[in-house]
Nanobody, 123 residues
Framework: QVQLVESGGGLVQAGGSLRLSCAAS????????MGWYRQAPGKQRELVAA???????DYADSVKGRFTISRDNAKNTVYLQMNILKPEDTAVYYCNAIVVSSLGGSAYQGNYWGQGTQVTVSS
């Protein structure tokens, strides 16, 4: 089994910064894409940023220039550095990863989610 464990959420004033971390553990063989999604109350979950195994990054237009996604392959960890935070960034942030793991002696590719971490930006 694979678990994604997030940390780093919290309450911050507008203009401040937070850094989210997400570590994959379990019988991980390799990780393809890793990313962060968010869901605000009454809204659909949306992609914030993603990074491929080769390091290619994609960002939602609303966070370009303010957020930076990165990954440490040796630690199976993805980070989201969030700067110049705005009240509209308030949401539950979820880590996502496409992971190849060992299952019953075979390789299995699955789509995994973290439990979510609350980010609240006050005005």
């Amino acid at each position: 089994q694979v678990q994604l464990v997030e940390s780093g959420g919290g309450l911050v004033q507008a203009g401040g910064s937070l850094r989210l971390s997400c570590a994959a553990s379990g019988s991980v063989l390799s990780i393809n894409s890793m990313g962060w999604y968010r869901q605000a109350p009454g809204k659909q979950r949306e992609l914030v940023a993603a990074v491929s195994s080769g390091g290619r990054t994609d960002y939602a237009d609303s966070v370009k220039g303010r957020f930076t996604i990165s990954r440490d392959n040796a630690k199976n960890t993805v980070y989201l550095q969030m700067n110049i935070l705005k009240p509209e960034d308030t949401a539950v942030y979820y880590c996502n990863a496409i992971v190849v793991s060992s299952l019953g002696g075979s390789a299995y590719q699955g789509n995994y989610w973290g439990q979510g971490t609350q980010v609240t930006v006050s005005s």
